[in-house]
């Protein structure tokens, strides 16, 4: 019997949730970041996205070193905001080596909810909100 092939562990966190910038504007974040948490950088997470009505598109590109030379620890984080995001969106997600997730949210006035998710993700989706500084 040939060796099971063990399933790949998840690399990063997709989080999606509703957020409100200091001037009050609403929007929906969606942030990609490692589960690895770094200890003497914040790195980013460089992203390259698309949009059409009901689709995000995300690429990772790879991690950038921060500009700062002050250190952080986490993990290192990619965000963009959609301001006028609601109802049945389908986010997909693809990494450098071509591998790709598809998420199915469900995104209304307040709430965020998870539809469809991949059987074997390589990133783990959260509705779980964070505390941005932009």
């Known amino acids: 019997m040939p060796p ?24 929906v974040a969606v942030v990609i970041e490692t589960l690895k948490e770094f200890v003497s950088f914040r790195y980013e997470v460089l992203l390259e996205d698309q949009q059409t009505e009901n689709e995000i598109r995300l690429r990772i590109l790879g991690l950038h070193a921060p500009v700062s030379v002050m250190p952080g620890i986490g993990p290192a984080r990619g965000i963009r905001f959609y301001p006028s995001l609601s109802g049945t969106v389908t986010i997909r997600v693809r990494k450098l080596d071509g591998k790709e997730n598809e998420f199915v949210v469900t995104i209304g006035r307040t709430s965020v909810s998870l539809v469809r998710s991949p059987r074997h993700p390589f990133i783990l989706f959260s509705q779980e909100p964070l505390t941005l500084e932009i």
């Open 4 to 27: 099971r092939r063990k399933k790949p562990e998840p690399e990063y966190r997709l989080r999606v949730f509703h957020f409100r910038d200091e001037g009050g504007k609403r929007s």
